[in-house]
């Protein structure tokens, strides 16, 4: 007897990742379509795609089909889902394969459904939707079933996640959205205020992910760029300091503060104490942000640690929460 194939779909903003059991992480690519606008036809997906951001003559559109961690484009999503679906199972199928999607905690119903129905329409025997902080929790190795509290803070492309997790379900949560890709665009706004410099999103996240911090720092640290001087039009170099990134980023960074006092606000007093005295674990790409835990840490009073491996937390999770489905079945069931 042939069993059924599993996979488990990290469904992120910025980056889709694929898990199969036995296999691992099988798929870790940019959630970027390329579309041909005279026929709509998916040309690319992934990677390919996303070297093509920015980059595309008239004819052709690279587009994220989702939005703040939901789904913004829903045909190109469903395309996006198959395309990835058939690559992580290669070949021959004679099974359709039970799906588990991470979705953000935020989402709504009808959000939801369209999840559900776009893993459907891709191929999907069965689909089932997990909330991601529980998931990044499983994939950060946090003892989610134990009866203290546990507080997870995942912050990816689209959205930060915030919750306390006691019991296996969600004590205390919130939700904003700010993550990786708000950061880009606040530090390509402050070089164009301040350099009259224009920058595309990808030579922003290059600036982040080599100098930014989320704090100052002693001594600083230096990146070249190139883009287009907003008065001449033409091409120019310049050089931007982590500084820059941490001015840069400043009002999002407090966004995410808040958003973290919100939920230690909301939670019980006893699980407030289970979770000062073992921190916030950080898991999503965005919380790899040279000293982001620190800030947490200084902001809040509660030791804030990055989790292993933080960009694999939430795939991780929903591979664990998949293997052991019938274990997980409270977590998933919970999310309606």
């Not at 099988?26 to 390919?48: Q, T, W």
């Not at 991601?132 to 989610?144: D, L, R, T």
């Not at 402050?190 to 595309?200: C, P, S, V």
Request: net charge neutral; charged share 25%; hydrophobic share 45%.
């Amino acid at each position: 007897m042939m069993m059924t194939p599993k996979i488990g779909i990290d469904l992120g903003t910025t980056n889709i990742l694929v898990y199969v059991p036995r296999r691992g992480i099988v798929i870790n690519e940019p959630s970027v379509v390329a579309i041909s606008k005279i026929d709509k036809k998916v040309l690319a997906v992934g990677k390919e795609a996303k070297d093509m951001l920015g980059r595309t003559p008239d004819s052709i559109v690279a587009l994220r089909p989702l939005k703040d961690g939901v789904i913004a484009d829903y045909r190109v999503t469903e395309a996006m889902l198959r395309y990835f679906i058939n690559k992580a199972l290669g070949g021959v199928r004679l099974f359709r394969p039970e799906v588990m999607v991470s979705v953000p905690g935020g989402i709504t119903s009808t959000e939801r459904r369209a999840v559900i129905d776009a893993t459907m329409a891709a191929g999907a025997k069965a689909a089932y939707i997990i909330k991601e902080p529980i998931v990044a929790a499983i994939g950060a190795e946090i003892p989610i079933g134990s009866a203290s509290g546990h507080m997870i803070v995942n912050i990816g492309g689209g959205t930060s996640e915030i919750a306390v997790i006691s019991l296996g379900g969600i004590v205390s949560s919130g939700s904003v959205r700010i993550g990786g890709n708000k950061l880009d665009a606040a530090i390509a706004e402050f070089i164009r205020r301040k350099y009259g410099l224009a920058i595309g999103e990808r030579t922003a996240e290059e600036i982040k992910i080599e100098v930014g911090s989320a704090m100052y720092l002693e001594s600083k640290l230096t990146i070249e760029i190139r883009g287009r001087d907003m008065i001449s039009g033409l091409p120019r170099i310049l050089t931007v300091t982590s500084d820059d990134v941490t001015d840069a980023i400043q009002h999002e960074l407090e966004g995410l503060i808040q958003a973290v006092k919100d939920v230690l606000y909301k939670t019980p007093p006893e699980l407030s104490a289970d979770v000062i005295e073992k921190g916030m674990v950080l898991s999503g790409g965005t919380s790899s942000l040279r000293n982001l835990d620190t800030l947490l840490t200084e902001s809040t009073g509660v030791p804030a640690h990055v989790a292993e491996e933080p960009l694999l937390c939430v795939v991780k999770g929903t591979g664990i929460a998949l293997e052991n489905l019938d274990a997980y079945k409270r977590s998933i069931l919970a999310t309606r």
